[in-house]
């Protein structure tokens, strides 16, 4: 069975169907107009003790960055920057998308790619040491993709978050001590490029 998820009838090709234990979105959402939507709807295709496996590309990754700041943010055949992609999402907006959803991320794995293993290597190359060296100091810059299993917010058990709160304020100053190392690194040029490229996709890392 075949179904166009930017359909807003697609749920009726599964009526008078069972519910699964399972449903798996591999590398989906990213290409949907109305991503939200969709996951939510998922939700009604699962049984009573059924969850959702769900892989979503990291536009955070370093290899990505480096495109900005190269000022060539250009879209190919497949990867990070595969051409079909229409939404973009940063750790912060994974957690968001699944809450808006009305579901919790109760396990995430991250697949790893150093940025000069990536197909965006020669972008990556351009850079200058001392970039590429503040880009590696984010704790994130290697995750080239997210693989979440989550559940409706209602199950019993505690959400994980992939960037973990901190009631202490200790995560919010390590974050902004972060931020002030490669902020020290950068030329004010290229973190406006950055910040320009982030917003226009409406990404906040």
Known sequence: MQADL???EWTRLF???ERFDVVVAADVLEHLY???RTLREMGSFISPDGYLVISLPH???AAVVSCLINGDFEYRDWGLLDRTHIRFFGLKNIEALFAEADYKIVEAKYVIKPPEFTELAASWAKLSRTVQDALKSSAHADVYQVVVKAVPRSYPGNPVFLIPPNPCGTAATSLASLKMRIGCRLSPQ????IRKGLDLLGIHL
């Open 6 to 8: 930017n359909d807003v």
């Open 15 to 17: 009526d008078g169907t």
């Open 34 to 36: 109305d991503p939200w």
């Open 59 to 61: 536009v955070g990754h």
């Open 190 to 193: 290229v973190k406006q490029r």
